[in-house]
């Protein structure tokens, strides 16, 4: 249900809704996620943190939480920590797509232009719609504060 208010744009129902999963399963890490993203829509990216990383304790193979660590990496520059959390996102979840777009920002701004190319062929075979996008970070059209 959280997730679903979260799509629909209700935060605040988001909120409790997810909050309550948690106080009646302190266990459940798709839960913790949602606060998590909450949270960093809100740019309380060390909260998010918080979230993220107590639903990869819960559950170590949870790639989707990794692909969120990921995001506040890369709005607060760490692009090797970015690397790092979206290989290990890719390897729980390698049909992230989002997930692996992220990335390829990351290692565009280490200079791995090959992998950033690499990861580019493969969401684009795959459909990812946001590819476009992504090459408007890569020619400096837009920049990370922009998204």
Not at 110 to 137: A, M, P, W
């Amino acid at each position: 249900m959280g997730t679903v208010a979260m799509e629909l744009k209700n935060d605040s129902l988001a909120n409790i809704v997810l909050h309550k999963a948690v106080s009646l399963n302190s266990k459940d890490f798709k839960a913790l996620t949602g606060l998590g993203v909450l949270a960093r829509q809100n740019k309380q990216y060390d909260k998010a943190a918080e979230y993220y990383n107590q639903a990869i304790t819960i559950n170590p193979t949870y790639g989707q939480a990794y692909g969120s660590l990921l995001i506040i990496e890369l709005k607060r520059g760490n692009f090797q920590k970015a690397v790092e959390l979206g290989e290990k996102a890719y390897k729980f979840d390698p049909e992230g797509l989002g997930m692996q777009g992220n990335l390829s920002i990351a290692y565009h701004f280490l200079n791995q232009f090959d992998k950033r190319d690499s990861v580019i062929k493969e969401i684009t075979l795959k459909g990812y719609q946001y590819v476009d996008y992504l090459k408007l970070v890569f020619d400096w059209t837009i920049t990370l504060e922009d998204f």
